[in-house]
C-alpha cells in the first residue's frame, strides 16, 4: 500500500506541484482538503503518513499554524508528522516549536533538501 499525504490549503499551482514532488519521488497518493475541518475531519477518518500545511489557507486565508496547533493538542493525532509549507523561515521555527516537523517552502520543491525532508516519511 502507498503512503499518503494529506495536503492542506495549498492553491491549485502549488497543490500540483506538491502532486509532482510526492508522487513522482515517493509514489505516494496527495490528497487534498481546502479548509481546517475537512482536514481535521479526514485526518479522523483516514490514514495518513504525512501533512502538509500551507501557511495561510488558499480557500479561506485562515492561519495553517493553527491546524498545527491542532493537530498537535488532539491525543488522536498528536504523533502524526505535520510540516509546514512556507517560504518564511520565522513562520518555519513558529510551527516547529508547535510540534511540526521542519517543513520546506515553495521555492524549494526541487530541492534535494526537500526530498531528504520527505523521504523520512515517505521513503
Same mark, same amino acid.
Given at each position: 500500500m502507498s503512503k499518503r499525504v494529506l495536503s492542506v490549503g495549498q492553491c491549485s499551482v502549488d497543490h500540483a506541484a506538491i502532486v509532482r514532488l510526492v508522487q513522482g519521488n515517493f509514489g505516494a497518493q496527495v490528497v487534498s482538503a481546502d479548509l481546517p475541518d475537512d482536514a481535521l475531519s479526514r485526518l479522523k477518518k483516514e490514514a495518513f503518513d504525512l501533512v502538509l500545511v500551507?501557511?495561510?489557507?488558499?480557500?479561506?486565508?485562515?492561519?495553517? !499554524? $493553527? =491546524? =498545527?496547533? $491542532? =493537530?498537535?493538542?488532539?491525543?488522536? !493525532?498528536?504523533? !502524526?508528522p505535520v510540516m509546514l509549507v512556507t517560504n518564511y523561515p520565522d513562520q518555519q521555527q513558529l510551527a516547529v516549536e508547535a510540534g511540526a516537523e521542519p517543513g520546506f517552502g515553495k521555492l524549494e520543491y526541487d530541492k534535494p533538501a526537500t526530498r531528504q525532508k520527505l523521504s523520512k516519511y515517505l521513503a
Amino acid at each position: 500500500m502507498s503512503k499518503r499525504v494529506l495536503s492542506v490549503g495549498q492553491c491549485s499551482v502549488d497543490h500540483a506541484a506538491i502532486v509532482r514532488l510526492v508522487q513522482g519521488n515517493f509514489g505516494a497518493q496527495v490528497v487534498s482538503a481546502d479548509l481546517p475541518d475537512d482536514a481535521l475531519s479526514r485526518l479522523k477518518k483516514e490514514a495518513f503518513d504525512l501533512v502538509l500545511v500551507n501557511r495561510k489557507l488558499d480557500a479561506d486565508y485562515s492561519d495553517g !499554524l $493553527e =491546524i =498545527i496547533k $491542532e =493537530i498537535k493538542q488532539d491525543p488522536d !493525532l498528536k504523533t !502524526l508528522p505535520v510540516m509546514l509549507v512556507t517560504n518564511y523561515p520565522d513562520q518555519q521555527q513558529l510551527a516547529v516549536e508547535a510540534g511540526a516537523e521542519p517543513g520546506f517552502g515553495k521555492l524549494e520543491y526541487d530541492k534535494p533538501a526537500t526530498r531528504q525532508k520527505l523521504s523520512k516519511y515517505l521513503a
